[in-house]
């Protein structure tokens, strides 16, 4: 089946870049996307790439999305503590909007 | 205001007891799906709707029921719970022509004792 791995832990410092990186494994995948979900809240959808394009920057958040390599990255940048939550990546494919997700990386922002 | 509406949202219940995770939707979406969350594990696929009456099981499907009876209800059913049931449960929902706009319940919490 298919696969959506991510590191599990990510620390940094406030104000400082973080990256977090994800890998798939279907080519057929439509969508991309990273969720952010805070301590005993749901799912927000931070942004979302289309499988045909390189790049999408929206405020402090920049995917990268490297097809050949299949590796998907989120940067954000100025690291606040707010952004202190587990961060998901999933790939859409399919007809019915089937996610599959990774096992979310928890991002912990030290002042 | 757009929404998915899960209910209950905590919930501790005993082995065997059936109880019934009701999500609604508002938005009219044909796609309607549900997922658990375990440490680790991420989000995985329990059940999924295409429309009104199709269902298909996801990667999960053991221990769970549903039905689509209706297009803006898709109630998550164990028949007779187990511990390692025990996990936080996702209702989602997207229409037929935009695969970039999925939206999510807030979460069940789902405890068996």
């Known amino acids: 089946g298919e696969d959506v791995e991510q590191s599990l832990f990510l620390s940094v410092r406030e104000g400082d870049s973080s990256v977090i990186n994800c890998t798939y494994t279907?080519?057929?995948?439509?969508?991309l996307y990273w969720y952010k979900q805070e301590p005993g809240a749901g799912l927000q959808l931070l942004t979302y790439?289309?499988?045909?394009?390189d790049m999408k920057q929206d405020q402090r958040l920049t995917v990268l999305l490297n097809k050949k390599d299949k590796h998907l990255s989120l940067r954000i940048a100025d690291t606040q503590t707010g952004d202190s939550a587990i961060y998901f990546c999933a790939e859409s494919f399919g007809s019915a909007r089937q996610l599959t997700f990774g096992s979310g990386t928890q991002l912990t922002v030290l002042p | 205001e757009a929404q998915v509406t899960q209910n209950p949202r905590y919930l501790i219940t005993v082995t065997g007891k059936k109880l019934t995770v009701t999500c609604s939707q508002n938005?009219?979406?044909?796609?309607m799906s549900w997922y658990r969350q375990d440490p680790g594990l991420g989000l995985r696929q329990i059940y999924y709707?295409?429309?009104?009456?199709?269902?298909d099981k996801g990667d999960v499907p053991e221990g769970y029921k549903v039905s689509r009876k209706e297009k803006r209800n898709f109630p998550l059913i164990l028949e007779s719970p187990s511990p390692n049931q025990t996990s936080l449960y996702f209702c989602?929902?997207?229409?037929?022509?935009?695969?970039?706009?999925?939206?999510f319940g807030e979460g069940s919490w789902l405890t068996v004792v």
């Open positions: 938005m009219n979406h044909e796609y």
């Open positions: 790439i289309f499988s045909n394009m």
């Open positions: 279907d080519s057929s995948s439509t969508y």
């Open positions: 709707s295409m429309n009104v009456e199709v269902t």
């Open positions: 989602a929902s997207s229409p037929r022509y935009s695969g970039n706009t999925i939206y």
